[in-house]
Nanobody, 130 residues
Framework: QVQLVESGGGLVQAGGSLRLSCAAS????????MGWFRQGPGKERECAAA????????YYADSVKGRFTISRDNSKNTVYLQMNSLKPEDTAVYYC???????????????????????WGQGTQVTVSS
């Protein structure tokens, strides 16, 4: 069982930046595909970004491309989400997710179902004021 703990959320003005961190334990971190999902008020949960096991392949939702950057440090068992040029519509609870089995390339080309991910953090709130 993988344990995921997010940190770094908060309140920021539009145009500002935040960096989220997610520390993983309980399984070899380098064996995990990692992702950041988000759920805004009245919206369905969506994947904002995801990264492959060695970091060579990334996925971004169209709404965050060019503004968000996902990265990982396998020596620290941590995945990051750098969020720049934040907009009020980025307001959401951000969840870290992990999976040991899926292929990120296949997953990103086949509908990006959140049901394919088997471990989730508790979430961290990000609020962007206008």
């Amino acid at each position: 069982q993988v344990q995921l703990v997010e940190s770094g959320g908060g309140l920021v003005q539009a145009g500002g930046s935040l960096r989220l961190s997610c520390a993983a334990s309980g399984r070899s971190f380098s064996s995990l595909v990692m992702g950041w999902f988000r759920q805004g008020p009245g919206k369905e949960r969506e994947c904002a970004a995801a990264i492959s096991r060695a970091g060579g392949y990334t996925y971004y939702a169209d709404s965050v491309k060019g503004r968000f950057t996902i990265s990982r440090d396998n020596s620290k068992n941590t995945v990051y989400l750098q969020m720049n040029s934040l907009k009020p519509e980025d307001t959401a609870v951000y969840y870290c997710a992990a999976d040991s089995d899926l292929s990120l390339r296949t997953w990103s080309a086949s509908g990006q179902s959140q049901g394919d991910w088997n471990s989730w953090g508790q979430g961290t709130q990000v609020t962007v004021s206008s």
